[in-house]
């Protein structure tokens, strides 16, 4: 072999070499930008956050300056802004109040094929993609796929006076996949919480359910066991009244004695009536009625009560106008009476009781807000027998939050030092079909 011919092989041979080579620091340097990528958006459940990260994650390995994606549905074609990295506020302004007009995203959308916009011709925003440049830069769209009928394009600026090549765009490909994928997880993951959660209140919800059926079942045989003794000590005590009063004045300091017992006489009726009212609570009869009513009939019934005792009471509108909710109505008005007698009894002093009803964010709420004192902290008025008040019983709140569990609702207390407190009722307008019929408890 002629000395000529073996410098033009050798050469042919180095050339080769840095071939492959230049290929084997690319595709060193796309594994690097695939592993870097994968390794932000692990465990990660909010697409907006995988798609900011692939992005700076993008223009940093691959020492480039711009990057963005539309996303859309296949149903209407409508493309928006997800995400984007170094875009000139321009265009993105552009593109939010006009659209994106005559590009080739439209097209990648919906052929599912990658292109590149060379030219301002196949994209005529091409020179205010990317802010600080004098002419305008190529940019690769990648069709982005997901589950259903969402889709997407990822952009990706090139450099000034470059394009992609067929690798890069097979490798913006890969990476567009792996984005895909990643977004369809968080998607999965935040679904699969959501019926974790969801699960575990309802199982929290029958077993506290099951638990207070067991309490309203002995609430009610012990209720009905001391009525009866009380009963007899009430008409033994009658008794003794009347003869103490035919004694006139001899008969003052046991008059005064006979009140002490009258009087504990009464609390321990009340507190058996609460018992009775208790171990009711899950005889449910369900029919169309509007909260609202059941609140100004409350309002009817206690505002003589609260006049007299100073306190200034109120029902005002709430959000949107509540329509009929299917609920047991004297449950319903036995919750409203609690919360509300609950609130005029924490101001002794007098001041003012606010309750709002109406519909919030596709639910029916009820609030009660007091000017009083406020909850010490620490203290969960839902337990039973658990009160503030001295002459409180501790079963009032129980038998609220128990109703309004059993209509599928939510019942919550905000409170500052202070500052009142406010009971939250939150209701499904549409209830789930979980009637309880007469004779589902005791009592």
């Known amino acids: 072999m002629s000395a000529p011919e073996q410098e033009r092989l050798k050469a042919a041979y180095e050339e080769r070499v840095r071939g492959l080579e230049s290929a084997l620091q690319r595709r060193d340097q796309e594994l690097l930008v695939l592993s870097a990528v994968a390794a932000r958006i692990h465990g990660e459940d909010s697409e907006q956050a995988i798609l900011g990260i692939a992005l700076e994650e993008i223009l940093s390995r691959m020492h480039l300056r711009a990057a963005w994606i539309f996303m859309g549905d296949s149903r209407d074609a409508k493309l928006h802004l997800a995400a984007s990295r170094g875009v000139a506020a321009t265009y993105l302004e552009e593109v939010r109040s006009q659209g994106l007009g005559e590009c080739l995203c439209p097209e990648v959308f919906w052929s599912g094929h990658s292109m590149q916009a060379r030219n301002t ?8 993609i990317v802010e600080g440049l004098a002419e305008p830069v190529a940019h690769a769209c990648i069709p982005l796929r997901f589950e259903g009928e969402r889709r997407g394009v990822l952009n990706v600026a090139a450099r000034p006076d470059e394009q992609f090549s067929e690798d890069e765009l097979r490798f913006l490909e890969t990476l567009g996949h792996q984005m895909s994928v990643a977004v369809e997880r968080a998607r999965h993951l935040r679904t699969a919480r959501t019926a974790y959660e969801e699960l575990k209140e309802a199982q929290a919800q029958i077993i506290d359910n099951e638990k207070m059926a067991v309490v309203g079942t002995f609430a009610s045989g012990l209720a009905h066991e001391v009525r009866n003794p009380l009963n007899s000590m009430g008409l033994q005590l009658v008794i003794l009244e009347r003869r103490l009063s035919a004694l006139g004045e001899g008969g003052g300091e046991m008059s005064r004695v006979t009140a002490i ?4 006489i009464d609390r321990l009726n009340r507190l058996v009536d609460d018992f009775l009212m208790f171990s009711r609570t899950n005889r ?3 029919q169309p009625a509007s909260l609202d009513a059941v609140v100004d009939e409350v309002m009817r019934l ?3 009560e ?3 005792q100073g306190v200034n009471l109120r029902h005002q509108r709430l959000g949107e106008p509540l329509p009929d909710l299917r609920m047991d109505v004297e449950k319903m008005k036995q919750v409203v009476i609690n919360l509300v007698k609950n609130a005029m009894e924490a101001m002794p002093g007098g001041g003012s009781v606010v309750v709002e009803s109406g519909l919030m964010n596709g639910r029916a709420c009820l609030v009660v807000r007091d000017s009083g004192p406020g909850l010490p902290e620490g203290v969960d008025v839902f337990q039973l027998f658990t009160t503030t008040k001295a002459k409180g019983t501790g079963l009032g709140l129980s038998i609220a939050q128990q109703v309004v569990l059993e209509h599928g609702g939510e019942i919550r ?6 500052e009142g407190a406010a009971f ?7 209830p789930e079909e979980h009637e309880v019929e007469e004779g589902g408890g005791g009592g």
């Open 424 to 430: 939250e009722v939150s209701l499904p307008v549409a």
């Open 261 to 264: 017992i009258r009087e504990e």
């Open 121 to 128: 011709t196949q994209c005529p925003r091409m020179p205010t």
């Open 302 to 304: 206690l505002r003589p």
């Open 284 to 286: 449910i009869h369900f």
């Open 413 to 418: 207390v905000i409170s500052h030092a202070g």
């Open 306 to 308: 609260a006049r007299a």
